[in-house]
Each structure stands twice: as structure tokens, then as C-alpha cells.
């Protein structure tokens, strides 16, 4: 079951209110806030309310999985002018978090970003975290497109596929997916990371539903293989034996990022039924 509707929350009650940062929530230890780097446009507050509202119109089954997938905002958090400057998340749960050695041999606790995934098992074991086969690979994507489906089934853009916005638990290969609130209907504004560029889409044009499958499906790509380079992964895809196991994954992989119009790149859904077949 999705968490309450939760009360729009005045930024004040937080003990160290600042612009941009997520922060604890006195009372509160399931729940963070997130405050913006500027206070919402009007047409942003209200594509954030619909966010919030949408889990409770959801069938359960969607539902459930972003209410254990990711952390679908909550609440909106205003200022004294009623202006909404932040929202209220669900804290990613601890399994999420891990102990990771750092260049220095220091062991430092932080969440874990599906960057790691997307490097080789000597590098993973180098950080302390244990090597991962194609199968637990594909289990960590099957999390991730099963949250992604929903936003694309609800059409909502994400547009922000990328290192930093999922996390991943090693323990039992399950994903979380944050930055939720970024989500807007239809189209929205491109979000540029370095590396995760749509060849086929210009970059003063907003982001659709199939940048999201572009993007999407290169964040998969990276996390089965262990390769970060895009045309890395793209040889590894095409040529590699990594996913010689996987020769449906290959071909749906190879047709989201490899497609020659962007209309024709298969959606995420068709991605998460050949992920469900896999391995
Ligand atoms: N639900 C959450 N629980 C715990 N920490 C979070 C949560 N959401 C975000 N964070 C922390 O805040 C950081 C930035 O969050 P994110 O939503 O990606 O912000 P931005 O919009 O600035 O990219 C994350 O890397 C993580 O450390
Ligand atoms: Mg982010």
C-alpha cells in the first residue's frame, strides 16, 4: 500500500531549512525533504501535486512497485508565501545503503549508485562489493524498468536516466529509482549529462517519451555489461559475449539504442517483458 497523502508542510518546521539539499526531517526518520534550488512556477507546482496525487489513482499492482521502487514524493513542502519550494520523499530504505572502501582505504557508508553497476566485477570487488553475474545484473534492471514502466504507462517523461538518479542493494538485487519529483507529462525539459546524449534528438529540443527509451535502455545496457563509454557498450551489445546468454536482451537492446528514426526505438514495457524472460 502507498504511504498516506501526507499535508503540504511549511519549510520553517524543518530544523535547517536550505536552498537545494535533501535533509532529515525532525521526527520524522522515514521521511526526507527536498528542497529546491528556486522556488516552483506555478505550472510546476501543479504538475508536483499531480504527482503526488497519482499512486492513489493507480491500479495496486503500479502501486505497489513505486511505493517499493522509488520515492514517489509525498507531500509539497511551502514557504511563508505558500510558494512550494521543496517536497517530502520517503527515505530510501537502509538496505540501499552500503559500506564502501574508498581510494584511501577508508570505509565510508553512502547509498549506493547504480554507477557502481556499470563497471566491471574487478572493479566492483576493488570498492569492497561482490562481483555480479548477467543474472543478478538483470535482476537490478528488472527493478529498474518495472518502476520506468509505470512512469511510461502513466506518461510521465523522466528524462534524467542516468548514474546518480537509481540505487541498488547488492544483498538482494532490487533497484530504487529517486529524483522522482522531475517527472512532468508528456515533455519536458532535456536534461543534459554528459554521456548520456540521444543522438537522434537535438539538444534544444525537450525530452519525450522516446529520449526516455534512448536514455533508458543505454542505462541498462551499461549495468548488464559493466562498460561506461556509450560506443563501449554499444560494441559490447553488438559484438560482445556478455549477453551471449541473452539473445533476446541483445536484439531489444540493440533496437532502442541502435534504431534509425526515434519513433521506432520498442518502449520500456517491451523492454521489462523481455528483462522478465531473461535470465
Ligand atoms: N529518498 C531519499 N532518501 C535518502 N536520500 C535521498 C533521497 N532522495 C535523494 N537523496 C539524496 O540526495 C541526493 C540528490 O537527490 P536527487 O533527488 O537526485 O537530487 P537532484 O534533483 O539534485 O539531482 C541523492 O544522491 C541522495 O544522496
Ligand atoms: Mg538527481
Redesign the pocket.
Known sequence: MAQRPVEDMDISLLAAPAR???VDVPGQERL?A?IF?APCRPDQSEHLRQLIALPHLMGASDRDIVTSGS?WPLAVLTDGDGAVVGCL????PAKFLVDLTAPSGRSVV??L?IDWLANPDAVLEKRGLPAQSLRSRTEVCRGLAAVAAVLERHGLVYS?WSY??SFWSSEDCSAYV??I??CVPASGPNLHQPGWEDPLTSSGDDADTYVDRYRFALLVARCLTGRRRAEHVMSAVRDGTELDASPDLRDMLLRMLLSPARRERPSIQQLLGVLRASC
Open positions: 537545494g539539499g535533501v526526507v527536498k534550488r520515492c520523499l520517503p527515505k530510501a553512502r547509498y549508485e534524467d546518480s538518479n529517486i529524483d519529483d522531475g
